[in-house]
């Protein structure tokens, strides 16, 4: 078994998207693990780009886990949009700039969760809220 993620879509529109993500590690770690599809997307705008998306918020709760979250753009090379430390919960709030662009080099529009030293049985929930554009 390894560790798992289980998504659940909040809101799902042609300019917002928020999602839910919930880890559960089996001693496993989770490595690149897609939170967002941008391919899978059918409410993106007409002429959206994978490099146009960017995130307005994201809330972490890590409370029991003994490991940390990292939270990316997909690409060829990856780029960190933020993370949570050992039992850290905490909200990061980007309106007030327009949001985090998508840096990643040749960006897939994709978001992936990666975690480091989590143990069997830590659990950690994030929300991910996105702008389309």
Same mark, same amino acid.
């Given at each position: 078994?390894?560790? =798992?993620t289980t998504l659940t879509t909040l809101v799902d529109g042609t300019k917002t998207q928020v999602i839910h993500v919930t880890?559960?590690?089996? $001693? ?10 941008? =391919?899978?997307? =059918?409410?993106?705008?007409? $002429? =959206? +780009? +994978? +490099? ?7 809330? &972490? ?8 979250? &990292? ?13 949570? $430390?050992? +039992? ?9 700039? $327009? ?35």
């Amino acid at each position: 078994m390894a560790a =798992s993620t289980t998504l659940t879509t909040l809101v799902d529109g042609t300019k917002t998207q928020v999602i839910h993500v919930t880890i559960l590690s089996d $001693g496993a770690e989770l490595s690149d693990s897609v939170i967002y599809d941008y =391919s899978e997307d =059918s409410l993106l705008p007409a $002429g =959206s +780009a +994978a +490099a146009t998306s960017k995130v307005k918020s994201i809330e &972490f709760s890590n409370p029991t886990a003994a490991g940390q979250i &990292f939270v990316e753009f997909d690409g060829s090379t990856d780029r960190l949009i933020s993370g949570c $430390g050992i +039992a850290d919960s905490h909200k990061e709030d980007y309106r007030w700039c $327009g949001g985090i662009k998508n840096h990643a080099g040749s960006p897939t529009g994709d978001v992936t969760v990666t975690t480091l030293g989590f143990a069997s049985g830590d659990q950690a929930t994030l929300v991910l809220e996105l702008s389309k554009s």
